[in-house]
């Protein structure tokens, strides 16, 4: 079993807190569990339903992502697709925050042909068994790349989909007839089993009036649904 880093384990708001505060004007439509023991938190997977090729605005983003969350409002390591105004499609990356080290990583993997949206993407995290704080991405099983934090402590996990910058004129991906989902959501702790979440501490974090979503499929099937009510 490997050796967690010992620190102090506060009570905060890991999420909530840090998705808010720490970046003013993005606008979330999200599910959040923190478990008990998250600090031994290893890895999580989920597979992410990029419904459409999100319009995005000057100067914003739109995205969707699995994410570990830190100990703090500033700290988490997260991976999924990215629709940036200059990008071609939707492509894939990791990002990776600390403090004031806040950048999205990785090759940049088309999402955007007639082929790929629509579709199914399977996402997972995970903490190498061999060097502490170092995390690996994975789509589809394959690898794209890794990570050493420093001093990253778990707090819990985090998924769904996010526009970063002007609401007015980002999307998020799923639309009110083609929804995006999340399934299969899963974390594991150390030592442990994969944990399939149908259950989650937290309520949906839904911070547009434009967004919806329906999580009546989570005690069941493990899988919720995310869409922009102008789509």
């Known amino acids: 079993m490997k050796k967690k880093i010992s620190l102090m384990i506060l009570t905060m708001i890991f999420c909530l807190g840090f998705t808010t505060a720490a970046f003013a004007g993005n606008y979330f439509c999200v599910m959040t569990n923190k478990p008990d023991n998250a600090n031994k938190i290893e890895a999580t997977t989920g597979k992410l339903k990029v419904a459409n090729d999100p319009t995005v605005g000057r100067s914003s983003d739109s995205c969707g992502w699995v994410m570990i969350g830190g100990q703090s409002s500033t700290q988490y390591v997260q991976l999924g697709w990215l629709k940036k105004v200059d990008s071609y499609g939707v492509v894939s990356k990791y990002h990776f925050a600390e403090g ?8 940049d993997v088309i999402y955007g042909s007639s082929y790929s949206i629509n579709s199914t993407y399977t996402y997972s995290i995970v903490e190498s068994t061999l060097t502490e704080g170092k995390y690996y ?4 099983g394959s690898s794209i790349g890794g990570y050493l934090t420093e001093d990253f402590v778990p707090g819990g996990v985090q998924s769904g989909e996010e526009v970063l910058g002007d609401i007015s004129s980002t999307r998020i991906s799923g639309t009110t007839i083609n929804k995006a989902s999340v399934s299969e959501w899963k974390y594991r702790r150390d030592g442990e089993n994969y944990v399939q979440m149908k259950v989650v501490t937290e309520d949906p974090l839904i911070s547009s009036s434009y967004f919806r979503l329906d999580d009546s499929e989570m005690p069941t099937l493990g899988k919720f649904y995310m869409w922009d009510t102008r789509l």
């Open 100 to 107: 004031n080290d806040d950048n999205w990583f990785g090759p």
């Open 137 to 140: 991405f994975y789509i589809n």
